[in-house]
């Protein structure tokens, strides 16, 4: 260990003793990241500044470090997994651990570019596996334009836009197992449309719609 860093051949194993922790701290009075040993990473901040927050980035460029290059359209930037074991004692990098689900951040469209040298347009993807599988697949997508999609991506599903049923305003759902209609629903109970719900039962305050269309 120097002043420059920790240098390392070959794997290594940091073991404190039982109780005990790594703790990175550059010495200031305003947080610090912990790993305790019994699977738990606390990153803390203090400050009096309202929007100064623990910040845990992930970040990706494509090119290697020492010459990065703007991501593209689709590219993953980066994912949070949620694993469980399967009780097969497996090896390697998963060790007997399937994807449960996950939630992933992609590129949506090219990024630098459209007349902004700093543009970054995102959308997150929410995954999970079904039973009998440690595959994961898209369940719901919010994409760059704020649009979001249930049962799949926003590419290819239908899309819930507007605010939903927030004071006054009126929620309209685009596509959303409603045929090729758009099936509108506003707080004063009003509905307008055509094609068929394939929902069980909505409920919202004095307002219900079931599956045999009575309300």
């Known amino acids: 260990v120097t002043n420059d860093g920790l240098s390392v ?34 990153v803390e901040k203090n400050s009096d500044t309202a ?8 970040r990706r460029s494509r090119g290697n470090s020492a010459s990065k290059t703007a991501v593209q359209d689709g590219d993953e930037i980066g994912s949070i997994l949620f694993a469980g074991y399967d009780g097969s004692g497996g090896s390697g990098d998963n060790e007997g651990f399937g994807e449960s689900a996950a939630i992933v951040v992609q590129a949506d469209g090219e990024h ?8 970054t347009p995102g959308k997150i993807l929410f995954k999970t596996s079904p039973d009998g599988s440690s595959t994961v ?7 760059s ?17 507007g605010t939903v049923l927030s004071g006054s305003s009126t929620a309209t ?3 959303l197992n409603v045929g090729q209609g758009v099936f509108t629903v506003s707080n004063e109970g009003a509905v307008d449309g055509s094609g068929d719900l394939t929902m069980g039962t909505i409920t919202m305050t ?9 309300r």
């Open 173 to 175: 759902l685009h596509g």
């Open 206 to 214: 004095g307002f219900t719609v079931d599956s045999d269309g009575a």
């Open 51 to 58: 929007i100064t927050d623990p910040t845990f980035s992930l």
């Open 112 to 119: 630098g570019t459209s007349g902004d040298a700093t543009d």
């Open 9 to 42: 051949t070959g794997s290594a194993e940091f073991v404190p003793p039982d109780g005990g922790y790594l703790k990175v701290d550059d010495g200031g009075t305003d947080g610090f990241t912990k790993i305790l040993g019994a699977g738990k990473i606390a």
């Open 145 to 161: 334009d704020g649009k979001v999609a249930i049962g799949g991506d926003v590419a290819s599903s239908g899309s819930i836009s």
């Open 137 to 143: 697949a898209t369940r719901m997508a919010i994409g």
